[in-house]
């Protein structure tokens, strides 16, 4: 199902596709549909909700992505033991918590959770 306005669809340029795959599935259980050496869909419950495109190189900045999570510091050590790098430690901000972290090709996202953790 899609909804009007909201995000549909996100794509990461990702260095490494192989190490990129890895690295979502370690941190968050993320699965994935393979279209080839150069691109792998990410699956949701009942869609495909993104990809990972393979780039010669990836350009900080765009967008910032930002997942939820039921339990902020077990993402924060989920992303750490998977390879990522927390660029932000997690901070109250006045809809909860929040960490941005980067995964190994350079992009830079963030998690939140609406309480402590």
Known sequence: ?????????IELHVTDLAEAKRFYTAAFGWAFNDYGPA????QGPERELGGLALADEVTP?????????DALDASVTAVERAGGSIVEPPFDFPGGRRFHF????????????????
Do not use: K
């Open 61 to 69: 900045g765009g967008p910032l992505v930002v997942l939820y999570s």
């Open 39 to 42: 691109y792998a869909g990410i």
């Open 102 to 117: 980067s995964d190994p090709s350079g992009n830079v996202l963030a998690v939140w959770s609406p309480r402590a953790s």
């Open 1 to 9: 199902m899609h909804t009007h306005h909201a995000i549909d669809y």
